[in-house]
C-alpha cells in the first residue's frame, strides 16, 4: 500500500540555525499538509498546500516557517532560525482529492530537536 | 473555531475488557469525524471515519457513531487486545469550500492493555 515517507527520522540542530523537512507524499495525491506536536501535546495544523501554493495556514505557521514542492515528488516544511520551542515530532499527511470525506494520509513523523 | 475534547488518559484495562474512549467536539457546519490511531514509534494511521450524523464508522472491531444531538464520536470495542494498546487520537475535517482544511485533533488518549 502506497505511504507518505518523511526524512530524517530524527533531526538535531543548533538553536537558530535552519532546518529542512522533508516528505515525499502519496504519488496521485494533490493535497499536502504538515502539522507538530510537541511533546505530550496534541497534534497541531499548521498548513496545507494545493497547486503549487498555500492553502491554509494556522497562526503557529508565521514567517519563520515556508513550504515548498520543489519537484514532482517533493514536499518540505523550512524553518528558519530555530527556537527550542521547535522541537516536536512534526507530521506531513497527504490526501486524494478536494472531498473532506477523504482521509489524510500520515508520514510517520520527523522528530526535531533543538539544542 | 473548531475543537475536539477526548478523555485524559492514560485508560489501563485488562484483556478482553470493553473499551470507551469519550470524544467530543465543536465545530460550525456539519464535519466529518475521524479517529487516529498512533502505535509506538509510528504515525498517525486512520482506524475509522464518518461523515455525516448517525454514520457509524468501524475497522478492526472499534466502533464509532456520529452523534449530532450530543456532539460525540466515542470510540468503542468490545473486546480489547495487547496489540490495541497505542495513543488514540480523535479529529475533525470542517469543509470549507476550499477543501483544504487541516484536521482539529484532541490531545489523544494513551490506551495501555495488560494481559
Known amino acids: 500500500e502506497p505511504e507518505v515517507t518523511q526524512t530524517p527520522s530524527h533531526q538535531v540542530t543548533q538553536m537558530g540555525q535552519e532546518v529542512i523537512l522533508r516528505c515525499v507524499p502519496i504519488s496521485n495525491h494533490l493535497y499536502f499538509y504538515w502539522y507538530r506536536q510537541i511533546l505530550g501535546q496534541k497534534v497541531e495544523f499548521l498548513v496545507s498546500f494545493y497547486n503549487n501554493e498555500i492553502s491554509e495556514k494556522s497562526e503557529i505557521f508565521d514567517d519563520q516557517f515556508s513550504v515548498e514542492r520543489p519537484d514532482g515528488s517533493n514536499f518540505t516544511l523550512k524553518i528558519r532560525s530555530t527556537k527550542l520551542e521547535d522541537s516536536a515530532m512534526y507530521f506531513c499527511?497527504?490526501?486524494?482529492?478536494?472531498?473532506?470525506?477523504?482521509?489524510?494520509?500520515f508520514g510517520d513523523g520527523t522528530r526535531l530537536s533543538i539544542l | 473555531g473548531d475543537s475536539v475534547t477526548q478523555m485524559e488518559g492514560p485508560v489501563t484495562l485488562s484483556e478482553e475488557a470493553f473499551l470507551t474512549i469519550n470524544c467530543t467536539y465543536t465545530?460550525?457546519?456539519?464535519?466529518?469525524l475521524f479517529w487516529y490511531v498512533q502505535y509506538p514509534g509510528e504515525g498517525l494511521q486512520l482506524l475509522l471515519k464518518?461523515?455525516?450524523?448517525?454514520d457509524k464508522g468501524s475497522n478492526k472491531g472499534f466502533e464509532a457513531t456520529y452523534r449530532k444531538e450530543t456532539t460525540s464520536f466515542h470510540l468503542e470495542k468490545g473486546s480489547v487486545q495487547v496489540s490495541d494498546s497505542a495513543v488514540y487520537f480523535c479529529?475533525?475535517?470542517?469543509?470549507?469550500?476550499?477543501?483544504?482544511?487541516?484536521?482539529?485533533f484532541g490531545k489523544g488518549t494513551h490506551l495501555i492493555i495488560q494481559p
Open positions: 465545530a460550525t457546519g456539519y464535519p466529518s
Open positions: 464518518a461523515t455525516k450524523a448517525d
Open positions: 499527511a497527504s490526501r486524494v482529492q478536494v472531498d473532506s470525506n477523504q482521509p489524510q494520509h
Open positions: 479529529a475533525l475535517s470542517s469543509y470549507s469550500g476550499g477543501g483544504a482544511d487541516g484536521l482539529t
